[in-house]
């Protein structure tokens, strides 16, 4: 019973594990394309048809590429930092339940890593390790570029943090766990908590593009301010584990957006399909859907990069601290007046 | 002063209002308008890039692209290296030698003088097409393709290997 249940983990670990890399692998490819139709061009079209073997051709280019380390940079350090960021981004979707329990033979089995009480905490404290390897490594290149986006970097992140957390505070009050399985399970039906959140979604979102180093909010990569910003001395695959933790970083927060706002694996017509399709088929339509609204919100994050330019840096830092928190704190009070109202005369 | 059309607009700059401020409005706007190029180019196939390598550009039909140097109607060469190309070359782009058509050579030169040695240097040329103009013979046009990249300069002087048009009976 044990070892069983231990191998079903095992082959959950790896799964997801793979997905993950997969999508961020093929979300370089969409984002090359994405931004070619956006801008009326073509995009890779050379390698495979319509270019679909690029991500292999980058991972090789990226794989042959000399590898650089500058004379005065501290060694050690300098592989560390890409060896973090892209660790942090991989350990983040372990909380995120990928479908509903799903039975094989006798067996019901939770689409999902772990299941730890304080879910949303754990991602928050991992994407909060993420700034760690930019740090690290804009530290450790000893050059001036590097350090000053490392240093926006770890600016950006904090300040974008506070009012993250403060947006989920509201989130918290309605669903009382922390549980991201109790948060996709309590959204069945259409009881999707952006219809009750929308202020706090829009918060959270605009929070996961700044945290994600996402443009407008890509400033610790400001070519044009910072040559390269804190990966401007990195070369072959460490530059690759920066770029590929990126696009890691904006799978899981599309995940984690799409269980905590849009209903997970929730979908219209659940209860009609699961009593028709089974308890084996009907968890695999979930996982399905939870992927399309994931892979519609990774559009969204491209959509919105290659539309609106880049924040000045105070202007990041004034939308942060003067718009974002106020605003997450008054829906709090918001939150909290309605739903006593709501608990004393229509409960 | 008197307008020059009625086209003007006088701007003022007036503070934002709530809904400017929150950017948000002009987000959307902004995002519509780069949905509207996506939609376009998947779903209507917009392509308003010319496909480079695969397919090329129609140029006009004044384009004026490498040099050639045209043969006659019996597939004689028709340049008699008189020189008033590279005289009247800007660029001081082209050189020839001239040589003497030996017996024998009747169905390879029009003339009694051909150049030997016709070289142009594509690094000068500025494809002026005074060449073609001051060409006495019509034996120079600047119809053909674009100068291909190459990676040495020297390989920028093209001799009458390049110049020459192939023979017609080939």
């Known amino acids: 019973m044990e070892t069983t249940d231990l191998i079903i983990k095992l082959i959950l670990v790896v799964a997801i594990f793979a997905i993950s890399l997969v999508v961020a692998m093929y979300s370089t490819y969409a984002e090359r394309k994405v931004a070619a139709f956006f801008q009326d061009r073509v995009g890779p079209n050379r390698a495979g048809p319509f270019g679909i073997l690029q991500p292999l051709a980058d991972g090789a280019k990226m794989f042959m590429k000399e590898e650089i380390i500058p004379t005065r940079a501290s060694g050690f350090l300098f592989v560390v930092g890409p060896s973090l960021a892209i660790m942090t981004a991989c350990i983040g979707s372990a909380v995120i339940p990928w479908g509903p329990q799903m039975k094989i033979g006798d067996r019901l089995i939770d689409l999902q890593v772990t299941d730890i009480n ?230 | 002063m008197e307008p020059l059309s009625k086209k003007r607009k006088l701007l003022e700059a007036k503070p934002l209002n709530f809904w400017e401020k929150a950017y948000l409005p002009a987000i959307a706007q902004g995002l519509s308008i780069t949905m509207k190029h996506f939609v376009k180019n998947v779903f209507a196939g917009g392509d308003v890039t010319v496909r480079y390598p695969d397919e090329k550009r129609e140029f006009s039909e004044n384009y004026r692209g490498m040099h050639s140097l045209k043969r006659d109607e019996n597939g004689k060469e028709r340049c008699t290296a008189c020189g008033l190309c590279a005289l009247s070359c800007p660029a001081e782009a082209i050189t020839m030698t001239a040589s003497e058509r030996q017996k024998g050579e009747e169905h390879l030169y029009r003339e009694e003088k051909y150049a030997a040695v016709y070289e142009i240097n594509m690094l000068r040329c500025i494809f002026c097409g005074l060449c073609e103009e001051a060409c006495p013979k019509e034996a120079i046009y600047l119809d053909g393709d674009i100068v291909p990249t190459d990676f040495l300069r020297k390989d920028f002087i093209y001799g009458k290997d390049k110049l020459v048009e192939p023979p017609l009976n080939q």
């Open chain 1, 118 to 347: 304080v879910g949303i905490l754990y991602i928050f404290g991992v994407v909060s390790l993420g700034v760690y390897g930019i740090m690290i490594g804009g530290w450790a290149s000893n050059n001036k570029y590097s350090l000053l986006g490392a240093i926006r970097a770890a600016s950006q992140s904090i300040s974008y943090e506070i009012s993250m957390g403060l947006s989920i505070i509201a989130l918290l009050m309605l669903t009382q766990t922390l549980s991201l399985k109790e948060i996709a399970a309590q959204q069945h039906g259409w009881h999707w908590n952006v219809l009750y959140q929308p202020l706090g979604f829009l918060i959270f979102m605009v929070c996961a593009f700044a945290e994600t180093n996402r443009s407008p909010f890509d400033l610790p990569e400001c070519e044009t301010e910072l040559v390269g910003g804190y990966h401007t001395e990195y070369s072959s695959m460490k530059l690759g584990f920066y770029l590929f933790a990126e696009y890691i970083n904006m799978f899981v927060s599309s995940a984690v957006m799409a269980t905590l706002y849009w209903g997970g694996y929730n979908y219209p017509g659940m209860d009609w399909v699961a009593a028709h399709a089974g308890p084996t088929i009907a968890p695999i339509i979930g996982v399905v859907v939870l992927f399309a609204k994931i892979f519609a919100f990774i559009f969204f994050f491209m959509w919105i990069r290659w539309t609106i330019p880049r924040f000045r840096y105070d202007q990041l830092m004034h939308l942060g601290w003067k718009t974002l928190i106020p605003l997450a704190i008054a829906n709090i009070v918001l939150t909290g007046v309605i739903s006593t109202i709501y608990q004393h005369y229509f409960a």
